[in-house]
T-cell receptor, first 115, second 113 residues
Framework: GAVVSQHPSWVICKSGTSVKIECRSLDFQATTMFWYRQFPKQSLMLMATSNEGSKATYEQGVEKDKFLINHASLTLSTLTVTSAHPEDSSFYIC???????????FGPGTRLTVL | GNSVTQMEGPVTLSEEAFLTINCTYTATGYPSLFWYVQYPGEGLQLLLKATKADDKGSNKGFEATYRKETTSFHLEKGSVQVSDSAVYFCALSVITGRRALTFGSGTRLQVQP
């Protein structure tokens, strides 16, 4: 199957700083990428959907100014958590889908800890 | 709106036992149904899927049948192995729109030798 990578796999930062997480589709062109957040022992919650070259669509309750998403190319989407706070600590997962595909391929996730 | 409800875990079984993880859903429109598996330290992987009523998805000995009349998609395996220990997520996707996935809360399966 198609491979999606995320970088970094884990990050620790101080409160008030910004953190960027990268999501790459390694062997296919991803026209759509999704960003999810997973709390401990809970399900994945969709944060936003991004299409290459256009603005992301955010789910209700997700602050678009806090979680900046950029999908500048067909193989790369980034999520920037701005002015991070301890409550932003979570596991962030991306997935990617190709132009004609129906299946989403998931990255391994990034664990963010904000001190 | 769309939602998925699956049985809470953890589910602890002995090797070669029969596995059932229940999943029910509500959806606007006609959803496709999925089971994803998350092994320790890894990303989610698609285990199986079904796109229309009465379809049976199967993979690696796991099966699930799309039951429209009961809005269910229960996961079954006849004989589990220690290597099946993971977290299993039931999910749905509606064909129209962004086709984003809606996930259940996940069920942790622990298989003991």
């Amino acid at each position: 199957g198609a491979v999606v990578s995320q970088h970094p796999s884990w990050v620790i930062c101080k409160s008030g700083t910004s953190v960027k997480i990268e999501c790459r589709s390694l062997d296919f062109q991803a026209t759509t990428m999704f960003w999810y957040r997973q709390f401990p022992k809970q399900s994945l919650m969709l944060m936003a959907t991004s299409n290459e070259g256009s603005k992301a669509t955010y789910e209700q309750g997700v602050e678009k100014d806090k979680f900046l998403i950029n999908h500048a190319s067909l193989t790369l989407s980034t999520l920037t958590v701005t002015s991070a706070h301890p409550e932003d600590s979570s596991f962030y997962i991306c997935s990617a889908r190709g132009l004609m595909g129906t299946e989403q391929f998931f990255g391994p996730g990034t664990r963010l800890t904000v001190l | 709106g769309n939602s998925v409800t699956q049985m809470e875990g953890p589910v602890t079984l002995s090797e070669e036992a029969f596995l059932t993880i229940n999943c029910t859903y509500t959806a606007t429109g006609y959803p496709s149904l999925f089971w994803y598996v998350q092994y320790p330290g890894e990303g989610l992987q698609l285990l199986l899927k079904a796109t229309k009523a009465d379809d049976k998805g199967s993979n690696k000995g796991f099966e699930a049948t799309y039951r429209k009349e009961t809005t269910s998609f229960h996961l079954e395996k006849g004989s589990v192995q220690v290597s099946d220990s993971a977290v299993y997520f039931c999910a749905l996707s509606v064909i129209t729109g962004r086709r984003a996935l809606t996930f259940g809360s996940g069920t942790r399966l622990q298989v003991q030798p």
